[in-house]
């Protein structure tokens, strides 16, 4: 069985977990009871070993069309197969906001369907415990299947008639017009059987229940723009990427989906980048989504109470606040499409990230300003925070990009020390806080000034990526979306200017879709060639859309470039990391940074257009 394109899969969840179903009706990859703990379906990383539970017509005489869609204004997904003989759908979901008697906390309900005709269905579900490490029991019992390996025990509850196969079970059968059949796997106890099942009328009972969770929740966004649909799908697919037991936001729900196909940068996503703070908030903020902001404050609070002993923060955490993200290479796993290694946990965990500090203090204040009064308390361990960087603010670091290829003195990483001290300086004043003001002034001074004269290139007439260096960064576009330069200072309009010249020209646009960097002016440790940042695309269009307010043309470039990029999510409206050279999804998906720049880019791009209608 051939591996899917990233872009065929769907995403569905309950805020504590989440998984991918691709258009052949195919599971291909669904940790279990948390977005980061241990696969149990994992064919998205290996076809052969990874497990899947798919459910999909069986191949006849007759061609089978796909179409894949959410129920409108949900994150239910309906996966739609269409023929001359008839026309069947799995429709996919996890309930939320409801409480199922006799059922398991999470649950992956599927219903089979036939709207027309008659379709004979197969069947298969194979669970690989453990990243297919772990050995498993299958039993077949009345009203479905158990399945039990030493740390996990789940059920599938189905009147199917199934047959066991291998490690897994499946089942062949026929629907005709009006009929239906409802599988859920759910956790169980050892002794307990597969869990209780669903009649057809608790089956619909329980579709309307999700289905009114999802309306009411999206009902609170509050953006009535011209790209509201988008927006919405961008709102949703985040709460899906939320955490609820803590309020952190996973970067992606995936780990390993490879950056270039049969490369090596293969990541683990399914942790919270401190850097996501600001974006995340701001997003939530402006569209109406208090709750969320709310809760994704108090984890960060939380964070800011576990400083390492010298003041410092991690740049990212566990989703439930873990300090300790250790990397492994699972080598007996063969990667999507042979992209190697697969791994799992992350590396990058403990590098020294100096951005991350000015993305915390901005969100801390943007949440004070448009949120609710932050805490003394809280006030005195960002004291502590900056104090670290103002001792270690002129230090070489990684970066944003995570290079593993040695430090560097970055000019984002130096802009957002910048932001961390006005921020700070902001919020002082603002509550009449206690601080050290002479010092955080004088260190943000000096680190404009030396932005300006070390982070410049006179010859390229652009800010760089890092001090001495010649190479662009599209990070850089941030400097006007942080109010360090006005957005039609000519400075930033020269970067921007060097930015939107195609890579053979020196820049970093190739119709219209943005790369993070020049991979040949910045050894990253790896000899690949990479796709397009699709959250750098983004950024170029509310630096364009800014800058447009006295610009009309730019305007209207940063409108074309916004709708055009819009056009590489894939059929359900969600994108991965980056977009390949053949409009291809790549890394891991869908990624939550990537919906929060086109929520912000939407909005304001809409406030701009809005002075020249």
Not at 11 to 36: K, Q, R
Not at 417 to 432: E, G
Request: hydrophobic share 40%.
């Amino acid at each position: 069985m051939a591996y899917q394109p990233i872009e065929n899969y769907g995403l569905i969840g309950d805020m504590h977990t989440a998984a991918l179903v691709g258009m052949d009706g195919s599971i291909d990859w669904f940790c279990f009871p948390h977005f980061d703990s241990p696969s149990v379906f994992g064919a998205i990383l290996d076809d052969r070993r990874g497990g899947r539970f798919k459910i999909a017509p069986v191949d006849g005489d007759t061609a089978i069309r796909r179409k894949q869609f959410y129920w409108p204004d949900t994150n239910i997904l309906v996966t739609r197969f269409l023929s001359a003989d008839g026309v069947g759908e799995v429709t996919d979901y996890m309930p939320v906001g409801v409480e199922w008697q006799g059922h398991g906390r999470h649950q992956l309900v599927r219903r089979v369907r036939v709207v027309r005709g008659a379709m004979r269905f197969h069947l298969e579900c194979r669970p690989a415990f453990n990243y297919a490490r772990d050995r498993h029991d299958v039993r077949i019992i009345p009203g479905g299947a158990c399945f039990h390996s030493p740390q996990l025990h789940l059920g599938l509850a189905t009147r199917l008639p199934l047959t066991p196969e291998g490690e897994g079970v499946v089942s062949d059968f026929v629907l005709r017009e009006g009929e239906s059949a409802t599988s859920i796997l759910q956790d169980t106890e050892p002794e307990a059987g597969c869990g209780a099942g669903l009649s057809e009328e608790e089956a619909t009972a329980l579709f309307k229940k999700t289905v009114e969770y999802w309306r009411r929740w999206l009902s609170k966004c509050n953006y009535s723009g011209r790209w509201r649909e988008m927006v919405h799908r961008s709102a949703l697919a985040l709460k899906l990427l939320t955490f609820q037991p803590t309020g952190a936001i996973v970067a992606a729900p995936t780990c390993s989906l490879p950056e270039t196909i049969g490369g090596g940068r293969n990541w683990d996503y399914r942790y919270t980048w401190i850097r996501d703070a600001a974006f995340t908030l701001y997003a939530f903020m402006r569209i109406g989504f208090t709750e969320e902001a709310t809760a994704f404050m108090h984890w960060l609070e939380a964070r800011c109470a576990e400083l390492n002993p010298d003041g410092s923060l991690q740049i990212m955490y566990g989703i439930d606040g873990r300090h300790a993200l250790t990397e492994e290479h699972l080598d007996h796993l063969e990667g999507y499409r042979g992209s190697r290694p697969v791994r799992i946990g992350n590396g990058a965990y403990n590098q020294l990230q100096l951005d991350i500090y000015g993305e915390l203090i901005d969100s801390v204040y943007l949440y004070n300003k448009y949120g609710s009064p932050i805490s003394y308390d809280l006030w005195r361990h960002l004291g502590r925070l900056m104090e670290y960087v103002a001792s270690h603010w002129d230090r070489p670091d990684e970066g944003i990009w995570e290079i593993r290829s040695g430090r560097q003195h970055f000019v984002y990483s130096k802009l957002m020390c910048w932001v961390a001290f006005d921020r700070a300086l902001r919020l002082a004043d603002k509550r009449s806080f206690p601080a050290d003001r002479q010092k955080w002034l004088a260190c943000r001074d000096i680190l404009y000034h030396q932005i300006m004269t070390e982070g410049w290139d006179k010859e390229r007439q652009a800010f760089t990526q890092y001090y001495g260096g010649r190479a662009l960064d599209a990070a850089n576009l941030l400097m006007p979306l942080v109010f360090f330069v006005s957005p039609d200072d000519p400075r930033m309009r020269k970067t921007l200017d060097a930015v939107l010249k195609s890579p053979e020209e020196g820049g970093l646009v190739s119709n219209s879709l943005v790369y993070r960097y020049n991979v040949r002016d910045l050894p990253d440790g790896f000899n690949e060639v990479e796709g397009t940042f699709n959250m750098c695309t983004f950024w170029l269009v509310e630096a364009m859309a800014r800058a447009g307010r006295s610009d009309p043309e730019r305007l209207d470039t940063a409108r074309l470039i916004f709708e055009q990029m819009l056009g590489y999510s894939n059929h359900l409206g969600l994108f991965a990391e980056e977009t390949g050279p053949s409009g291809e999804a790549l890394g891991n998906f869908p990624q939550a940074f990537t919906h929060l720049a086109l929520i912000s880019a939407a909005f304001n791009l809409d406030r701009a257009l809005g002075n020249w209608r």
